[in-house]
T-cell receptor
C-alpha cells in the first residue's frame, strides 16, 4: 500500500462547478498536509497547507482534514479552465515529505 | 527574483557516466530536498538535508549521493548513471519558523535527465 493515495483521474468538471480532490494517507503520526498544483511541464507550486482537523479556506480553495479517517481533501469552487492541472497531495513523514501520484483535473469551458 | 536554480535544465547522458545536478537557493532555507518524478509514480524523495552539514536518505536513495557544504547549495550526484535513472529531477527547499521546518516546499524548475 502506498503511503499517500490519490485517484489518478482524470477528473473532468465543467467551468463554474466544484472540483473535489481526495487523498488518503497511511501514517497516523503525520502532522502536516499540503496540496500542490503542477501544470504540465512545470514544477509543483504550493496552494494550500493544513495542520489541524477541519476546514481551511483560501479564496476559491478549501482544504479539509480528518486525521481520524486519515483523509485530506481539496475543494475548488467556481472552477476555471486555468485550474486544469495535476494536483498533488503531500504528507509529512519521518523527516521528509511524501507525495501522492497526483490527480489530473480538467475544467471544461 | 529569489528562488531555486537548477542546472542543467536538460541533459542526455551515456550509461556509466558520472553526473552532478546542481541546485542553489537564495532564500536561506535550512531544509533542502531532491525528488525524482516519473509518470504514474509521482514525486519520490531521493535525499534530504535538514541543515548545512547534514544529509539523510529518502525513499529511493540508491545510486545517488548528495552533499550540503553550505546553506545555499545542494548538489545531487549520480556516480554511474543507469537507464532507470532517466527522470525529471526537482530540487526543493523549505523554510523554518521559530526553528521548526514548516514543511512547505519551494521547487526549482527541474532537470530532465535521459540516460541511454
Amino acid at each position: 500500500q502506498k503511503e499517500v493515495e490519490q485517484n489518478s483521474g482524470p477528473l473532468s468538471v465543467p467551468e463554474g462547478a466544484i472540483a473535489s480532490l481526495n487523498c488518503t494517507y497511511s501514517d497516523r503520526v503525520s502532522q502536516s498536509f499540503f496540496w500542490y498544483r503542477q501544470y504540465s511541464g512545470k514544477s509543483p507550486e504550493l496552494i494550500m497547507s493544513i495542520y489541524s482537523n477541519g476546514d481551511k479556506e483560501d479564496g476559491r480553495f478549501t482544504a479539509q482534514l480528518n486525521k481520524a479517517s486519515q483523509y485530506v481533501s481539496l475543494l475548488i469552487r467556481d472552477s476555471q479552465p486555468s485550474d486544469s492541472a495535476t494536483y498533488l497531495c503531500a504528507v509529512t513523514g519521518n523527516n521528509d515529505m511524501r507525495f501522492g501520484a497526483g490527480t489530473r483535473l480538467t475544467v471544461k469551458p | 527574483i529569489a528562488g531555486i536554480t537548477q542546472a542543467p535544465t536538460s541533459q542526455i547522458l551515456a550509461a556509466g557516466r558520472r553526473m552532478t545536478l546542481r541546485c542553489t537557493q537564495d532564500m536561506r532555507h535550512n531544509a533542502m530536498y531532491w525528488y525524482r518524478q516519473d509518470l504514474g509514480l509521482g514525486l519520490r524523495l531521493i535525499h534530504y538535508s535538514n541543515t548545512a552539514g547534514t544529509t539523510g536518505k529518502g525513499e529511493v536513495p540508491d545510486g545517488y549521493s548528495v552533499s550540503r557544504a553550505n546553506t545555499d547549495d545542494f548538489p545531487l550526484t549520480l556516480a554511474s548513471a543507469v537507464p532507470s535513472q532517466t527522470s525529471v529531477y526537482f530540487c526543493a527547499s523549505s523554510p523554518s519558523v521559530g526553528g521548526l521546518n514548516t514543511g512547505e516546499l519551494f521547487f526549482g524548475e527541474g532537470s530532465r535527465l535521459t540516460v541511454l
